[in-house]
Structures are given as structure tokens and as C-alpha cells.
């Protein structure tokens, strides 16, 4: 009678279902991890963005600070009256300080050429010279500072005069000034200007295409 009665359900050969695994938990913890730490990051930023915000915009001010009453410096001259043959060309300049603060003359390196017109090549751009190298170093000056001329070593030829009196060339007036302004800063202001033949005579001043430049 026994081994006719069919088997029961609790029977242990039967296999019950287990409940699954959820494999999102460990995704989630992971999330939440990289979430912290993108949160601390940007809360991080935030603070050094405040706390660096006041030093930047020191900094600014002082750059504007600077631009707006530093030395700036121009060059100006007065060309011959006469053109001479066997005379040294001559010119008489003045550089001024245009700008809010007193401005040392370091140096001032200029020349007279005559050279094609119109100016088909650039002349030389010189270099300042070192700080030692000046002896008066406490010439200071605001406004206009007179110089004494300059004067060509080489007298005028015959066929340079005739090359201006023909629109062939003209006298050209060039070089650098190099100053430093109250914040010990150096800076240099490069010139050239000319002096054509026109109606007999030389013109008044004229400024180059290409060679005045200022820092």
C-alpha cells in the first residue's frame, strides 16, 4: 500500500525556487561613491574661486593702475631749413612725456639717413642698453625735455641733395628712446619721421609708414 501512494510535494527531491540575487545594489553604492565625490570637487572649486576671486582682481587693479599713470613718451623735431652740400645734416628734438608720471631719459639713440622715397626698407631697430650703463641716473623729467641736435658726422653730398630736390629720396629722422617709469619698469618708444621736397623746400615733418612704435 505504501509504494503505491504517490509521492508527496514536501518530498526533498523536489527543487524549490530561490529567491534571485539583486545585482543593482552594488551599481547603486558605486553611483552614490562617484556622486560624493564629484559633490566634494565642486564644492571645492566653489571655495577656491571665493577665496581666490580677491587676489585676481587686486591683481587687475594694479595692472590698471599702472597703465593709467605710467610715463608715456613721444619724440618730436624740428628738420633743417636748408639742404647744403658739405654741410652734416642737423636736427633739432624734444622728447615729451605725455603721460601722468615723471618718466628717466635713459637713453636716446637716433640717426639721420638719406634714404629712397617712399622708404622701401625698415631701419635698424636698436636694442636699449643695460641700467649700468648710465651714468645720470636720477634725470627725471615730466612734460617737454629739450635735447641738443643731432647732427649727421657726414656732410651732405651733391648727389644726395639732388635726390631729395628730386623726389628721389628724402632726409629721414630715426631711432629709440629708452626710459623707465615710477614702477622701475622700462619701456622704449621707437620713432621716424621724415622731410620731403615739395614746392622748393623742405616739408614739415612727416611720419613713416612703418617704425613708430611705442611699449
Sequence with gaps: MDADQPTSPSSPDILVPQPSTNPTAADERSFRIRLAVFGSVVIAAVIGAFVGYPTWQEY?????????L????EARALGPT??????????RETIKNIGRTPA????????????????????????????????????????????PETVRETPLTAEEITAIQTAK??????????????????????FCMFWKWDAGRLSPSLSCNEGNKAD
Design 60 to 68: 587687475i587693479s594694479q595692472q590698471e593702475a599702472r597703465l593709467e
Design 70 to 73: 605710467r610715463a608715456y613718451v
Design 82 to 91: 636748408a639742404l647744403k652740400e658739405g654741410v652734416p645734416p642737423r636736427v
Design 104 to 147: 628717466y631719459n635713459d637713453d636716446i639713440q637716433a640717426s639721420i639717413t638719406v634714404a629712397d622715397y617712399p622708404l622701401i626698407k625698415t631701419f635698424e631697430r636698436v636694442t636699449c642698453p643695460p641700467d649700468d650703463s648710465q651714468p645720470d641716473k636720477r634725470k627725471w623729467f615730466v612734460g617737454k625735455l629739450t635735447r
Design 169 to 190: 629720396s628724402a632726409l629721414y629722422y630715426h631711432g629709440t628712446v629708452c626710459y623707465r617709469d615710477i614702477f622701475h619698469e622700462r619701456h622704449r618708444t621707437d
